[in-house]
């Protein structure tokens, strides 16, 4: 079940692979995700160190969050990943065109995990392209649905 999508990251991006990591949360975000109240869409993934960074997600805190702490929405959180992984990251990232970015933001075994994809920015025609197809898709299905759904007339 995802939390939180990034609907631009595939529009704007190719995707070349797929990688789960874990995230480094403190107990108000936790709390906040729970709620709904995180936003991936303006988020990247950054290598420093050898370790991967998620800047640019918005988590925003509930109201309810204690008083002896103040959160930051835009808190840079840490992704936790195996280093062999994070190595072959780092070699396909320092090629030329290629991107680290969010796609969604999902629970597994009661912990909160991030899909980032090792992807390649598109350009203006490619998301036409992209455009036209979707358009296509959906106008098929209004005829399939529409023609389905009105009964032949035979006399």
């Known amino acids: ?9 595939r529009f704007n991006y190719t995707i070349e692979e797929q990688f789960e990591a874990g995230m480094v949360l403190e107990g108000w975000e936790v709390k906040a995700i729970r709620a709904g109240q995180v936003q991936l869409t303006d988020g990247y993934v950054v290598v420093k160190d050898g370790e991967l960074f998620l800047i640019g997600c918005r988590i925003n805190p509930l109201r309810t ?9 835009d808190r840079t959180k840490k992704l936790l ?3 062999d992984e994070i190595r072959r990251l780092v070699g396909k990232v320092e090629q ?5 970015v969010p796609l969604n933001l999902h629970y597994k075994g009661g912990r909160v995990k ?4 090792l992807a390649k920015g598109k350009d203006l025609h490619d998301k036409r392209e992209t455009e ?16 389905i759904s009105s009964p032949r007339k035979d006399t």
Do not use: C, F
């Open 81 to 83: 990943m195996k280093k």
């Open 96 to 100: 030329k065109g290629y991107t680290l």
């Open 65 to 73: 969050a204690s008083t002896h702490v103040h959160p930051q929405a």
């Open 114 to 117: 991030a899909d980032i994809a």
């Open 1 to 9: 079940m995802a939390i939180a999508d990034n609907k631009k990251a």
């Open 132 to 147: 036209k197809k979707r358009d296509w898709e959906r106008e098929k299905g209004q005829l399939m649905r529409h023609k």
